[in-house]
């Protein structure tokens, strides 16, 4: 793939992940098209043109791919067989094997553990009884999960005591769903790597991340893992993006213990919220290596430039930045574009490029604690 064959980009995807992937491939020179249901969806407001039509119309898919010369995509709740239907291979360069892989959690799951890549353990189960079977063996607690379409903490029960094994009925009548043991760690932290058809990766620095109510709120780059610490998550990370040959962008959660062992929590093969840092404190965001991988360019070395945190602004917290945007000089914001604001729904967030992380975070946990 040369880079004179690519000069105009689709992307499944409207969102905010698709907002910024457009705002990186139109600095890079690019056309990009979107498909997406939604009227003024976050990335319509930048993108040449948009598609407004279902993610998986069969019709809307073949326009995008006739009028792409590259396709990728922002999410991954999205009809894998569609894709591969609709779009020409040639056109796909992603393909739709990771993408399967992490849109069912047992699959994930047990490809990890097949790489001999650590994850806590693990049950399917589809009924009462097995769940019953498989609490026995893992204990409390632990928490239930469908294996499917599950985000933010939507799609799971937390499994505390027999009581609450009555709350799990819903979720077990919908799918198939997964029961992972409770895992007692020090720090969940996750790293994004964008890799292109050739093999090459950019690795980008690990970031700590702190969740409120299953939502991510902060991400603190560089982590505070020892040395060894860090040398495991990136060994695991580039034996996961090379034996799922990977092309486009993954993001990594891990859990960290006390002791420095490293579990694998989740993928998502696409950028991640927890790598938005990069826009502004790396020499190339996951965004701009995201569009390098899809359209096969050579990939670049990833250097941070500052420590930073990046703080998620939720529904809740909007005129709060709105009134910080006034006061704070130095700190980045990011505005989604959404047009209505929801309790917990993402609309921006802001970067704070720090040479100390500690003291901000702490001015952001005062900022933050009236609107949690």
Not at 55 to 74: H, I, M, P, R, Y
Not at 157 to 171: E, F, G, P, R, S
């Amino acid at each position: 793939m040369q880079m004179t064959q690519i000069k105009v980009i689709g992307i499944v995807g409207g969102g905010q992940l698709g907002r910024m992937l457009t705002q990186s491939a139109k600095r890079q020179g690019y056309t990009v098209i979107i498909l997406d249901p939604q009227k003024n969806c976050p990335a319509s407001q930048v993108c040449d043109e948009h598609i407004m039509a279902p993610f998986d119309d069969a019709n809307a898919l073949q326009k995008l791919g006739e009028l792409s010369d590259v396709v990728t995509f922002e999410f991954e709740n999205i009809d894998s067989d569609k894709l591969n239907q609709c779009i020409p291979n040639s056109k796909l360069p992603q393909q739709t094997h990771l993408l399967r892989l992490t849109q069912h959690r047992i699959r994930e799951k047990e490809s990890l553990n097949a790489l001999g890549i650590q994850t806590v353990n693990w049950r399917a189960v589809s009924t009462v009884e097995e769940l019953q079977q498989a609490v026995a063996e893992i204990g409390y607690p632990c928490v239930l999960k469908t294996t499917r379409f599950g985000y933010d903490g939507k799609g799971q029960v937390v499994l505390k005591n027999t009581a609450d094994i009555a709350q799990t009925t819903q979720l077990l009548n919908e799918q198939a769903c997964i029961l992972e043991e409770w895992l007692t760690f020090e720090k969940e932290v996750s790293v994004m790597v964008s890799r292109n058809p050739q093999g090459e990766c950019s690795f980008f620095p690990v970031a700590e991340n702190v969740h409120v109510n299953n939502i991510l709120h902060t991400s603190m780059v560089p982590a505070r893992l020892s040395k060894q610490t860090t040398e495991q998550v990136r060994r695991y990370t580039e034996k996961i993006a090379n034996a799922f040959q990977l092309v486009g962008t993954l993001g990594i959660e891990y859990f960290v213990t006390a002791e420095g062992e490293v579990f694998v929590n989740e993928l998502a093969p696409r950028p991640h919220n927890s790598g938005h840092y990069s826009i502004e404190a790396c020499n190339f965001s996951q965004f701009d290596t995201s569009i390098q991988a899809v359209c096969g360019l050579p990939m670049p070395n990833i250097h941070l430039l500052s420590s930073a945190v990046m703080v998620n602004v939720l529904g809740q917290h909007l005129s709060l930045m709105h009134q910080l945007r006034c006061e704070q000089a130095m700190w980045h914001f990011h505005d989604y574009g959404k047009n209505e604001a929801k309790h917990n729904r993402k609309m921006g967030h802001m970067t704070i490029l720090t040479d100390n992380c500690e003291e901000v975070l702490a001015h952001i946990e005062q900022l933050y604690a009236p609107y949690q």
